[in-house]
C-alpha cells in the first residue's frame, strides 16, 4: 500500500487498502457510539494501529524486510532519525492522499467511506516526527473523525499523542441518553 501511495495519490484498490482499512474499521466500530462493535479489540490492537498513524510502522517493517531481502542498505529502516527524516519526505508526497476500497464484496468494511492523511502543522525538533499528523475518517453514517496526532518530543518509547473529534455533520443518533444513562428520546 505505501508503496502505490507514493505513487497515486488515492487509493480504492481492495488488495491494495484493504489490509490497513479493516484495522482502521474495526478500531472505529469498537469505539464509536451508535457502531456495532465487531470482533475483541484489545488495548494493543490500537496501539499497534496509532503506531501505523504516527510512525507508519508496518511500513518500516516491510520496507526494511525488502531491503534486506535484496541485500540493500537497511540504514534507513533501522535508524530511528534517519527513518522520521524520511516520513517527513514521505508524508509530503502522500499528503491530501485517500485511501478508501471501490468494492467491498464480503462486508470487510463496515463503518469506513474514506480515509485521508494530511501533515499538519510544524513541530519543534525535538519531536520525534516534526509535524502533527491527521487522519479523516470518513463513515458511511455521513460521520467524520478527525483525529490529530503528534509524537511526543524526545520520549524513549516513542508515545504519541492524540486528539480526536467526531464531526456529526447531518448524522441523526437514533437515540439519546440522559446524564445517568437512560434512554431519553428516538432521534429518527
Given at each position: 500500500?505505501?508503496?502505490?501511495?507514493?505513487?497515486?495519490?488515492?487509493?480504492?484498490?481492495?488488495?491494495?487498502?484493504?489490509?490497513?482499512?479493516?484495522?482502521?474499521?474495526?478500531?472505529?466500530?469498537?469505539?464509536?457510539?451508535?457502531?456495532?462493535?465487531?470482533?475483541?479489540?484489545?488495548?494493543?490492537?490500537?496501539?499497534?494501529?496509532?503506531?501505523?498513524?504516527?510512525y507508519l510502522q508496518t511500513f518500516r517493517e516491510q520496507l526494511g524486510g525488502f531491503l534486506?531481502?535484496?541485500?540493500?542498505?537497511?540504514?534507513?529502516?533501522?535508524?530511528?532519525?534517519?527513518?522520521?527524516?524520511?516520513?517527513?519526505?514521505?508524508?509530503?508526497?502522500?499528503?491530501?492522499?485517500?485511501?478508501?476500497?471501490?468494492?467491498?464484496?464480503?462486508?470487510?468494511?463496515?463503518?469506513?467511506?474514506?480515509?485521508?492523511?494530511?501533515?499538519?502543522?510544524?513541530?519543534?525538533?525535538?519531536?520525534?516526527?516534526?509535524?502533527?499528523?491527521?487522519?479523516?475518517?470518513?463513515?458511511?453514517?455521513?460521520?467524520?473523525?478527525?483525529?490529530?496526532?503528534?509524537?511526543?518530543?524526545?520520549?524513549?518509547?516513542?508515545?504519541?499523542?492524540?486528539?480526536?473529534?467526531?464531526?456529526?455533520?447531518?448524522?441523526?443518533?437514533?437515540?439519546?441518553?440522559?446524564?445517568?444513562?437512560?434512554?431519553?428520546?428516538?432521534?429518527?
Open positions: 500500500m505505501y508503496c502505490h501511495w507514493a505513487l497515486h495519490v488515492d487509493l480504492s484498490l481492495p488488495k491494495t487498502t484493504g489490509e490497513f482499512l479493516k484495522r482502521v474499521d474495526l478500531w472505529v466500530c469498537n469505539n464509536v457510539a451508535y457502531l456495532t462493535p465487531r470482533q475483541p479489540w484489545k488495548f494493543l490492537d490500537e496501539v499497534y494501529l496509532f503506531r501505523d498513524f504516527v534486506k531481502t535484496y541485500g540493500l542498505p537497511t540504514e534507513l529502516t533501522g535508524n530511528d532519525t534517519l527513518w522520521f527524516a524520511f516520513l517527513a519526505a514521505y508524508a509530503g508526497v502522500i499528503e491530501d492522499g485517500t485511501l478508501s476500497m471501490q468494492s467491498d464484496k464480503h462486508k470487510e468494511i463496515e463503518a469506513l467511506q474514506e480515509v485521508t492523511f494530511k501533515k499538519g502543522k510544524p513541530l519543534a525538533s525535538e519531536y520525534h516526527v516534526n509535524f502533527t499528523i491527521h487522519w479523516d475518517i470518513e463513515l458511511k453514517d455521513g460521520r467524520l473523525l478527525e483525529v490529530e496526532m503528534d509524537a511526543q518530543p524526545n520520549h524513549p518509547l516513542r508515545a504519541q499523542s492524540h486528539f480526536i473529534k467526531i464531526n456529526n455533520r447531518s448524522f441523526v443518533p437514533p437515540y439519546v441518553f440522559d446524564g445517568a444513562g437512560n434512554k431519553l428520546t428516538s432521534g429518527a
